[in-house]
């Protein structure tokens, strides 16, 4: 059974930085895809950032230059950066392989 367990969320003033943490346990198929998605209250779920099996890097346009995403071993990583109020939200730790999976979500939240 797959499972997804985030971490290192919790509140920062503006300009601060967190970093997630994501590790991942029972993953029996190739990982296709993983990576971070979060939702703001009254929002859609959207994406972050996410890398594929073929080696892309993906990053929303509102976090380019500010977000890192990273992987070892079996935890990938978020490094955020220069965060601003508009970056809080529930962040959710994704993975595809045969199916979707969800983490149970971490909340990060900024004050301005």
């Known amino acids: 059974q797959v499972q997804l367990v985030e971490s290192g969320g919790g509140l920062v003033q503006a300009g601060g930085s967190l970093r997630l943490s994501c590790r991942y346990s029972?993953?029996?198929?190739?990982?296709?895809?993983m990576g971070w998605y979060r939702q703001a209250p009254g929002k859609q779920r959207e994406l972050v950032a996410t890398?594929?099996?073929?080696?892309t890097t993906n990053y929303a346009d509102s976090v380019a230059g500010r977000f890192t995403i990273s992987r070892a071993l079996n935890t990938v990583y978020l490094e955020m950066n220069s965060l601003k109020p508009e970056d809080t939200a529930v962040y959710y730790c994704?993975?595809?392989?045969?199916?979707?999976?969800w983490g149970q979500g971490t909340q990060v939240t900024v004050s301005s």
């Open positions: 890398f594929t099996r073929g080696g």
């Open positions: 029972g993953t029996i198929f190739s990982i296709n895809a």
């Open positions: 994704y993975q595809n392989t045969n199916r979707d999976y």
